[in-house]
């Protein structure tokens, strides 16, 4: 089938649809809250094709992007955007099942902050692929080049150390990055809050237009997305600023208070993109932990 680049997407685990000439999407049968309806799996060209992000270590999802090949046509290449467990974990076994490399920019340490290493025992991010190691690294401003197709090579970290986007054409494989249906979790240590605003800014000042998030549906105006991603950045910041300014709170205090439409649930996740805020305020000097860094510690600004 073929569908419109909008938001009306409305794919079905493990079908193929076919989003554009030379690309096709395969949904992974992974739905949470944090994923939307699953990861999106991207199969990019014809005869010998990418696929982008092969997803979760499931074998129904293998079997799919298998079936979604067209007679006679091969994996050349697997690409991955970030190494959390909804992304990465199938690339070994499809690799395994194609003989197509793995490229990513690096283990699932590659682009992390030294100075936040210290905190990978607190827990409440996505789940990293601990194992997950590519055959080939891969570095900003690299081209992958297909028969049919290529992509340049975008290091946006902030999301996760090692995350990249893909410019093709006119559009941007983003993976967790910028998305439609969600602001992006940022959680330390593997997330980095002023990272992440550097490479929105990055991805901003490129000129493709249409964003193939990893989850959702694509985005038609990836720029106004951006800016609106930007700012609501910018206002969590500043309620953040204000919360500590009138007492030290804990990141999990300040969550309950400002995320007050989010489900109790999902507030150990607000609580992680609390502290990627504050820590962000303690590079700058605006803010200090009265302990260690921790999730359950408090602060206080300066």
Request: glycine share 10%; hydrophobic share 45%.
């Amino acid at each position: 089938m073929t569908a419109m680049d909008d938001d009306r997407l409305d794919p079905v685990p493990g079908a193929c649809i076919r989003l554009r000439p030379g690309l096709r999407l395969v949904l992974a049968p992974n739905p949470s809250p944090m994923t939307c309806r699953g990861t999106n799996t991207y199969l990019l060209g014809r005869g010998r094709v990418a696929v982008i992000d092969p997803g979760p270590a499931l074998t129904a999802h293998r079997d799919a992007l298998m079936a979604a090949l067209d007679p006679g046509e091969t994996i050349s290449h697997i690409l991955v955007t970030h190494s959390h467990v909804d992304h990465s974990p199938l690339a070994r076994p499809l690799a395994q099942a194609s003989g197509a490399p793995v490229l990513a920019f690096g283990n699932s340490a590659a682009g992390r902050r030294a100075d936040l290493a210290g905190l990978a025992g607190l827990g409440g991010g996505e789940g990293v692929d601990a194992d997950f190691a590519p055959d080939t690294c891969v570095a900003h401003g690299d081209r992958i080049a297909g028969e049919d197709w290529q992509v340049e090579v975008l290091h946006t970290p902030g999301h996760m150390g090692n995350h990249i986007c893909l410019a093709w054409e006119d559009a941007l494989f983003t993976g967790d990055h910028v998305m439609g249906w969600a602001s992006s979790m940022v959680s330390p240590p593997d997330g980095d809050l002023a990272a992440f605003m550097a490479s929105l800014d990055l991805l901003a000042a490129r000129p493709e237009r249409v964003l193939f998030p990893g989850h959702g549906a694509p985005v038609p105006d990836g720029a106004a997305r951006i800016a609106e991603l930007t700012a609501h950045r910018r206002k969590r910041a500043a309620q953040i600023a204000n919360a500590i300014a009138a007492g030290p709170a804990t990141a999990a205090q300040i969550a309950r208070a400002i995320y007050t439409d989010t489900p109790p649930a999902l507030l150990p996740a607000a609580t992680r993109n609390v502290l990627a805020h504050l820590i962000e305020m303690a590079d700058k000097s605006l803010a200090a932990p009265d302990d260690a860094i921790s999730v359950d510690g408090c602060w206080r600004r300066l």
